[in-house]
């Protein structure tokens, strides 16, 4: 079951993301800092980090620079979630290091084709109950 | 709202990016759990729900749509219809759309009770909790921004 780090500190969007995901059949580990959240990343090498960008203690852009400039950490891919959504959003995340990018409101089905992407190759999840 | 908006007020969005980047967030922050538990109440009651329950979630999620996409008109970067109304007229079309919103996610909490759906009718009061969030976030973005 592949493993996702969650890093999100709006609690509804926390509850609803990580609840559609493990309907997939994920496995969803959650983190509601960026601190929190490299230091989840470290310690449960998930397959795959969400990142939300704007976030309190530790913003997402130092987070991802973190985990990317970390060699237990730098192979994880990072998806960077934000409602910013301006010109200039995607190349700045992708500049922090981010692998992806997902404007919210998430399209859930094309955030699903974007993990799937860059997950390691493993059995498919489960389908949906 | 804290300053009332006087006939013909204009719209001014602050100018520099991080500032408006700042408001954009504001305004789509709510909708996403707005679309999300939507689609999560409809992927969980599934077939098994009634359809005028069905029915339901799909109206109400073309409402949430109708939110993003006047968030979306409003801070676009393109001129959009929008950016023509005066500051009570975006007001009154944003309040339409997050009081129905409201008002269709508090029915279907409802019928979710009546219908023994307790994570349902819980997801749809989050709805309602987001809708009234995007209310009030618009209401201050005008008091602040309109002259």
């Not at chain 1, 926390?14 to 310690?43: I, K, N, P, T, Y």
């Not at chain 2, 006087?6 to 500032?19: D, F, I, N, W, Y």
């Not at chain 2, 109708?66 to 801070?75: D, G, I, P, S, V």
Request: include cysteine; charged fraction near 30%; proline fraction near 8%.
């Amino acid at each position: 079951m592949p493993k996702i780090l969650l890093v999100e500190d709006n609690e509804m969007n926390r509850d609803m993301l990580s609840r559609r995901l493990m309907r997939r059949g994920f496995e969803v580990a959650l983190a509601l800092d960026g601190a929190e959240g490299v230091a989840l990343c470290e310690q449960t090498q998930p397959d795959l980090v969400i990142m939300d960008l704007g976030l309190p203690v530790m913003d997402g852009w130092e987070a991802t620079r973190r985990i990317k400039a970390a060699p237990a950490t730098r192979h994880i891919p990072v998806i960077a979630l934000t409602a910013h959504a301006m010109t200039g959003e995607e190349e700045r995340a992708r500049e922090a290091g981010c692998d992806d990018f997902e404007s919210k409101p998430v399209e859930f089905e094309r955030l699903l084709a974007k993990l799937r992407a860059l997950l390691p190759p493993s059995p498919a999840p489960p389908p949906a109950p | 709202m804290k300053r009332r908006l006087t006939p013909g007020s204009r719209l001014r969005l602050p100018t520099g990016t991080e500032a408006l980047r700042r408001v954009r967030h504001n305004l789509r922050t709510p909708i996403n759990p707005i679309l999300g538990y939507c689609e999560l109440v409809m992927e969980e009651a599934g077939e098994a729900a009634p359809a005028a329950f069905r029915a339901g979630l799909r109206r109400l999620h073309q409402t949430g749509r109708r939110m993003l996409k006047l968030t979306n008109e409003l801070f676009s970067e393109q001129p959009t219809p929008l950016h023509h109304l005066t500051c009570r007229e975006i007001l009154l079309a944003f309040r339409a759309s997050a009081d129905e919103v409201a008002a269709s996610a508090g029915r279907l909490e409802r019928q979710a009770r009546s219908a023994k759906l307790p994570v349902a009718a819980r997801d749809l009061h989050r709805i309602r909790t987001a809708a009234g969030q995007w209310r009030k976030r618009i209401e201050e973005l005008l008091a602040e921004h309109c002259e």
